[in-house]
């Protein structure tokens, strides 16, 4: 058994693709980028998704928790480029310095935090493809998406990304769904957003040239809807692994998806506290764009920053007393849910028609996952 500390010393694989290779090679696992990225598109031959080992609905759900975990990768490593930390664990960008600290008015550890999401990311992306591929079963490759532009800003690498994080809708309901003690979006309930107008239109979450350094109101703004998108993201982690976890048949694949959830609600738990701290201006290339003190506007329980424990609400029942939950936890088609949510933020905005329908399918097939005996 390895423990914390020499896990941690071994660091990361500086490139995941040498890494993957070697560990398919190792287990004998062809790559489902291999079998499905033909002329033939978007028609996929699903028949030709191996599951080795694992069962098949198993199989699919950790291939799109894969894709999943890509994706944030991907999205996390232009965050750190250009607001985190640089270095060997989490390698490619030089930094913004003025990003990172108009950043900084969130929390002075934001870079490091933002490094540490990144890494975690990565580890998740890289540990569930090795895994497949220790069973025999297909993984999950989408570096033919990686098509969509950097940011221009310095301090960024100018290589093609598969998430676009310059022209986002930040969906922000969560800030109020975990609020609210009566309320629960399994029931159908709906939130208000913290930020409606950061809902609406596009707006960069980082500098996408050098002019959005200034004025410092602006880049604070791009910071801000950076902090408020940090939790955007990690509560929909936080709600996507208990949620799938209800379909998994196998012990082991069940510990997986048991041990990487939390880790999601980790990060999400950090990021509320520091959205909370985004200081409340409105944007002056963009008037529409309001961060309020949510404090006093619109205020009380469902608004107040400091509130950041999940506030008990209703669960499974309403003749059952109130729970402290992750929210939502609903199983069915929560894969497809998962990518219409994202896809509705813009973080796909540019991407290939081929992009979506192999998502489709991924989540189709995570989706049509069972629980055996269920
Ligand atoms: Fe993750
Ligand atoms: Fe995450």
């Given at each position: ?35 499905l990225f033909?002329?033939?598109l978007p028609?996929f ?97 989408l570096?033919?998406f ?208 081929e992009f979506f329908a192999f998502l489709r399918d991924l ?12």
């Amino acid at each position: 058994m390895r423990s914390p500390i020499q896990a941690h010393s071994i660091g990361l694989p500086t490139d995941r693709r040498s890494f993957l290779k070697k560990g398919v090679a190792t287990a004998g696992a062809a790559t489902v980028s291999s079998g499905l990225f033909g002329k033939a598109l978007p028609v996929f031959p699903k028949e030709d998704e191996r599951s080795g080992k694992l069962r098949k609905g198993d199989a699919a759900i950790l291939r799109f928790l894969a894709a999943a975990e890509i994706l944030e990768t991907d999205l996390w490593q232009q965050y750190n480029e250009l607001g985190g930390i640089q270095d060997s664990e989490v390698p490619g960008g030089s930094g913004s310095p003025l990003y990172t600290a108009a950043l900084a008015q969130l929390d002075s550890d934001m870079a490091q935090y933002i490094h540490d999401n990144t890494e975690d990311e990565l580890t998740h992306e890289v540990f569930i493809n090795a895994y497949l591929a220790s069973k025999g079963a297909d993984i999950v490759d989408l570096d033919k998406f990686r098509t969509l532009p950097s940011s221009k800003a310095s301090g960024a690498q100018q290589i093609g990304r598969l998430t676009n994080l310059m022209q986002l809708s930040v969906d922000t309901t969560w800030w109020t769904r975990y609020r609210s003690g009566t309320k629960n979006p399994d029931f159908g309930d709906t939130f208000p957003q913290a930020v409606p107008t950061l809902a609406v239109g596009h707006h960069p979450a980082i500098p996408r040239t050098d002019a959005d350094l200034s004025p410092s109101d602006h880049l604070q703004a791009i910071a801000n809807t950076a902090g408020f998108h940090f939790g955007t993201i990690e509560q929909g982690g936080t709600s996507l692994y208990p949620s799938v976890a209800q379909r998994v048949s196998n012990v082991e694949v069940l510990r997986i998806v048991l041990s990487i959830g939390p880790t999601e609600a980790m990060h999400f738990q950090t990021w509320q506290d520091k959205a909370g701290n985004a200081p409340a201006l409105t944007d002056p290339t963009d008037p529409t764009l309001v961060f309020p003190n949510l404090n006093t506007t619109p205020g009380g329980e469902d608004f107040q920053t400091n509130l950041i424990m999940p506030e008990p609400t209703v669960f499974l029942s309403h003749d059952l007393p109130a729970c402290s939950i992750v929210r939502p936890t609903n199983t069915k088609g929560v894969a497809m849910g998962a990518l219409q949510f994202l896809t509705a933020s813009g973080l796909f905005l540019g991407q290939s028609k081929e992009f979506f329908a192999f998502l489709r399918d991924l989540a189709e097939d995570a989706d049509d996952a069972r629980r055996e005996g269920d």
